[in-house]
């Protein structure tokens, strides 16, 4: 990429003005509308019925969307019941301006997850602020958004410093999903640990490299220093409200469920389920992962060192038992 390119991508980011995405199939409107942001210089989008609009977003995303309700073939309850419902647009906030009145239809657009409801005709200076403020809540989510993108870039960076254990976290968070589907968990608690596996190690970032990539038999000192980075992770996210979900299993994917692991000696009644889902998952991949000391076992054998160990402490036996059956089912002919 050339220096100018940068350059031109720093300089569209800061300039960059809110784009407002009108949807009315009333073309008047539209134009009533535009003419009222017109001082404000944003960038502005026209879509003139539900279909038209819900590609449009599709392909360049608005940060805020005014959409009428009675449109031909997609009606507005629907381009905001699709948008609302969809993780990737859910946060682009919506305003209702229609023509009726009656309040059932503001509660059925509330229900709908739409941010707020004019009536038409409308006031001009009412509709700015209330655009301005839902604006300037998106910029408040796209900046929570970018410090979870360093996160989990830092993540990634980790990856390329554990040289030995390159594509674990990845894995780890693969056979967790795949456990937690098993156990019948809702799919937020599913999209929780999905991620937060994939942050598990996090705090090896603070770990010394000599020691995490230390081909010999570690010290108790660099065993203990290695040990430090559920905690270390702990204290790297919890800054971030939005990973408050993430910290148990940063924190606790390696404690026991006999109270003898680290950091907090915690018991299995005590342990939260994504944390005993991640520490199993874990230690699959720790055990089928080749390291430059050793080959990694095949998951069968794995299956069965798991059946063997199940009731010494270390993992849950019900989510043992599970994880022993699928592994036995995928890797049957393998
Ligand atoms: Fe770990």
Redesign the pocket.
Known sequence: MSAATYTSLITDEVQSVPKVLIVDDNETNVELICMHLKPLNYQIHKAYDGDQALQMVAKDEPDLILLDLMMPRISGYEVCQRLKSDPKTALIPIIIITALRELDDKIKAMDLGADDFLIKPFNKIELLTRIRSLLRMKQLYDELDHSESVVFALAETLEAKDIYTRGHSERVSKYSVILARELGLSVEEIEVIKKGALL??IG?IGVKDTVLNKIDKLTPEEIAHIRT??ARGFEICKTLKSFKKFLPIIRW??ERIDGKGHPDGLTGDQLPVAAKICSVA?AFDAMTSNRPYRKGISPQQAASIFEREMTTGQWEPEIVKIFIALVRRSYKDK
């Open positions: 598990h190690d090896k980075h559920p994917h390696h874990d």
